[in-house]
């Protein structure tokens, strides 16, 4: 069977199209996030800060929180949580609770920041894993978007850049 000389040109235009459409598109970061219709409340949400005292933000109130989900062998989470204090800074209004999800290591938390250049985030634990649990979680890094009410109004489910213009459009909405 002999190919048209039209029908190979076609073929390649059609290829060069869809390679250069995946290496000038931006990401879309509204891929990984989920807004609900209606913010789901949330019964507990207690942790360990980074010298194993109880943290309980359950009837916190007042301001937008963003729950962070790590771990030190997590590639994603590694690229992510710059953008996630470069935000924490720019915005002090959006509190950032970075919850280390391994079994408490400070040693190896404290080394992991330092090694991405992370100086401005506090580190926290979940040593039992509740918080796991509770959130339904299926993956890292994820993070936990809560409203001024104490109610989680969406999620993140993988990697984004938190300094995302959209991103912090959509946050804002919120504030």
């Not at 040109?9 to 250069?20: A, E, N, R, T």
């Not at 301001?63 to 989470?77: E, K, L, R």
């Amino acid at each position: 069977m002999k190919i048209s000389k039209s029908f190979k040109i076609y073929i390649h235009i059609i290829l060069v199209f869809l390679i250069s459409k995946n290496l000038f598109a931006s990401d879309d970061f509204s891929k990984n996030i989920v807004i609900y219709e209606k913010p789901k409340v949330i019964k507990e949400l207690k942790f360990k800060d980074f010298n194993l005292q109880d943290v309980d933000l359950t009837n916190k109130k007042g301001n937008i929180m963003i729950i962070n989900f790590w771990a030190s062998w997590c590639m994603p989470c590694r690229r992510e949580m710059p953008s996630l204090e470069k935000l924490a800074q720019m915005h002090p209004e959006i509190k950032v609770y970075a919850i280390n999800m391994e079994k408490p290591n400070k040693l190896r938390a404290g080394d992991f920041f330092k090694s991405i250049g992370v100086t401005s985030l506090s580190i926290y634990f979940d040593p039992e894993f509740k918080l796991v649990k509770q959130f339904k979680m299926r993956g890292l890094p994820t993070s936990i978007l809560i409203n001024k009410s104490g109610k989680e109004f969406g999620r993140i489910v993988g990697e984004i850049d938190f300094n995302d213009k959209e991103f912090v459009k959509l946050l804002k909405k919120y504030i």
